[in-house]
């Protein structure tokens, strides 16, 4: 049977579960939530990146873009799993409405390294492969985040000895043998989270639900990918960036913004017919089912600022070998790539022709459909509303960096609450409502819907303020109510009355 095209999906990061630990992970309330999908008809999950995240936890930058969040790891199926014990699991815990990033670390880590040596003492026989066939990325993730332990830093390029910077082979080996428990102890950690999310991975798809991952187009400064890959970075031998990426000056701030990861060396990348990139699509596709590229644009040309500048303001656009590199994708994974383009921002022309000539979807947002026309009435040609969207994209209310949609609407003046209220002819009590119903009336073969709009939450419940870093982002979490409550039902609703059903469900009813 063909494949169902028109689908309905829910984004919600793990970190936000519920959990007793501060910070949610792959255990029980992973799965509540999947059979909370799979009852309402949603058969898309939308997580955001799953890698070990570093200062400011933001899961766009990682220490690594293979390895997998340690936080991620749940404590009571280690326990399950013998590695833990019954005290262990008698933890208070940590009482906190939001995810506690440092105490979840100061509870969570000693657990999960006296479970790494209790598993370490008698490892299962598919430890020896797993290292094995992940090597050429685990030893040298292992060994990193021992040298960041070690300096109580991860950057690796100012603060770490010189020898182990630059990756003094004699350095690193000796570094190796120091440290040689401390770096199977985080390759145990590894294994725990790979085999912890492949049987929830697997339970998703045994229960209807695809995983939509995501990959950030850039890598962090100080992670193991910069200090392994300099020669495909723009980064010197010294470890010093020669230029960091961003985006120009706009309506939204005069300066640009200056996001400080390191830029690719293209050339490097062609010469190795872009093989990092493949393993990274390749890696990333092997735990989910299909993947949304972050800032998609950076596949047509990047905005390059030299080092040592304040803002993005003397910055240049450089372009990427965009094409290139999704041909290499294609000869490596198949012609019909599953792959979102994240192509919000402004886009130029070149960035439409490469998605479209690929086959691409790109993203449309309800939020910034509303804009005002000369007469003062709404602009019915904005191509984000639901009227104009056509099938080649995926609808969202809003993303991990809006507000939600009902913090979006209350923070609107006046005249645009009125434009918004008359073009769904609703009034303020169910405007949220009225977004998702209108997402998933479109054409659109994918619909998402952020999980804080399916409960009609408002700013409090916001995920990300892109372009700041403090406590109040990447640290929405759900409480156990909202999990088991049945809060789901007039999504249920309008995903059958807009043929957004499962098959299985669609053919039965």
């Not at 100061?106 to 490892?123: G, I």
Request: include cysteine; proline fraction near 5%.
């Amino acid at each position: 049977m063909k494949e169902k095209v028109r689908k309905a999906g829910v984004l919600l990061h793990p970190t936000s579960l519920p959990s007793k630990w501060g910070v949610g992970d792959l255990g029980d309330n992973a799965y509540k939530f999947i059979d909370k999908l799979a009852d309402n008809f949603v058969s898309l999950w939308q997580v955001l990146p799953l890698g070990p995240t570093g200062f400011g936890d933001s899961p766009y930058a990682a220490r690594s873009t293979f390895a997998g969040n340690e936080l991620l790891i749940s404590l009571e199926m280690l326990y399950e799993d013998g590695w833990l014990e019954i005290g262990d699991m008698l933890s208070p815990g940590i009482e906190s409405e939001r995810v506690d990033y440092g105490e979840a670390r100061r509870v969570k880590e000693p657990l999960l390294h006296k479970a790494a040596v209790a598993f370490l003492s008698d490892p299962p026989s598919d430890f020896a492969s797993f290292c094995a066939s992940k090597a050429w990325w685990l030893d040298d993730y292992a060994i990193y985040q021992v040298l960041c332990d070690h300096y109580n830093d991860s950057r690796w390029s100012s603060v770490w000895d010189p020898a182990l910077r630059n990756r003094d082979e004699a350095a690193l080996a000796a570094a190796r043998e120091r440290f040689k428990e401390e770096v199977l102890v985080w390759k145990a950690y590894q294994y725990f989270f790979f085999k912890q999310w492949g049987k929830l991975k697997s339970y998703a798809n045994e229960h209807g639900i695809s995983i939509i991952g995501d990959i950030p187009i850039f890598v962090a400064p100080d992670s193991v990918d910069a200090w392994t890959n300099r020669q495909l970075l723009k980064i010197d031998e010294d470890g010093v960036q020669e230029a960091s990426s961003g985006v120009p000056p706009d309506a939204f701030s005069a300066t640009g913004q200056l996001w400080g990861n390191p830029l690719y060396r293209w050339e490097e990348h062609r010469r190795t017919g872009f093989a990092w990139w493949v393993s990274r699509l390749r890696e990333t596709l092997s735990m989910c089912d299909i993947v949304r590229i972050d800032h998609f644009r950076g596949f047509a040309a990047c905005w390059e600022v030299p080092a040592g500048e304040d803002t993005a303001m003397n910055g240049k656009w450089v372009e990427s070998p965009g094409q290139e590199l999704l041909d290499a994708f294609k000869a490596a994974l198949g012609d019909d790539l599953p792959i979102i383009a994240e192509d919000l921002g402004v886009i130029t022309p070149d960035v439409e022709e490469l998605r479209d000539r690929n086959g691409l979807p790109g993203m449309k947002i309800l939020q910034f459909a509303f804009g005002v026309a000369e007469d003062g009435e709404i602009d019915a040609s904005n191509a984000y509303l639901p009227h104009n969207i056509d099938e080649g994209s995926v609808t969202y209310t809003g993303t991990h960096d809006n507000d939600t949609t009902l913090g979006w609407y209350l923070s609107q003046d006046d005249r645009m609450k009125d434009i918004v209220r008359r073009y769904f002819e609703a009034g303020d009590e169910d405007i949220v409502y009225r977004f998702i119903r209108a997402a998933l009336a479109t054409r659109s073969r994918y619909v998402v819907i952020p999980a804080q709009d399916v409960m009609g939450l408002g700013t409090e419940a916001r995920m990300n303020v892109p372009s700041t870093c403090g406590t109040s982002n990447w640290s929405w979490k759900m409480s156990q109510g909202m999990l088991d409550d049945d809060n789901f039902g007039r999504l249920k609703y309008y995903i059958r009355m807009y043929d957004r059903m499962p098959v299985k469900e669609a053919t039965s009813h």
